[in-house]
């Protein structure tokens, strides 16, 4: 069974970092993309960033220079470094990956930005 666990949301203050990893049950060479997405209260769950299997990237316009998704093939985890964060950064994060016609999702972890 594939599972994808999410950890490293905590709360933080304003322009503060915050590093969330993805650990995957197989080797993520598996997952032709793997990405972050997010998930404000009231809103609909949104693209942060995604990594492909030859590690082409792809970010939201709202985190680019900010945010940095890497994948560590040897730990078979997908890393999401947020720096410079932002109040409407806070949401619950999601890892997915895709491995053929299958999305697989993680149960999230919530990021807070605040003062």
């Known amino acids: 069974q594939v599972q994808l666990v999410e950890s490293g949301g905590a709360s933080v203050q304003p322009g503060g970092s915050l590093t969330l990893s993805c650990a995957a049950s197989?080797?993520?060479?598996?997952?032709?993309?793997m990405g972050w997405y997010r998930q404000a209260p009231g809103q609909q769950r949104e693209l942060v960033a995604t990594i492909t299997s030859v590690l082409k990237t792809n970010y939201a316009d709202s985190v680019k220079g900010r945010f940095t998704i890497s994948r560590d093939n040897a730990k078979n985890t997908v890393v999401l470094q947020m720096n410079s964060l932002k109040p409407e950064d806070t949401a619950v994060y999601y890892c997915?990956?895709?491995?053929?016609?299958?999305?697989?999702w993680g149960q999230g972890t919530q990021v807070t930005v605040a003062s």
């Open positions: 997915k990956g895709q491995r053929g016609w299958t999305d697989y």
């Open positions: 197989l080797s993520i060479f598996n997952f032709a993309t």
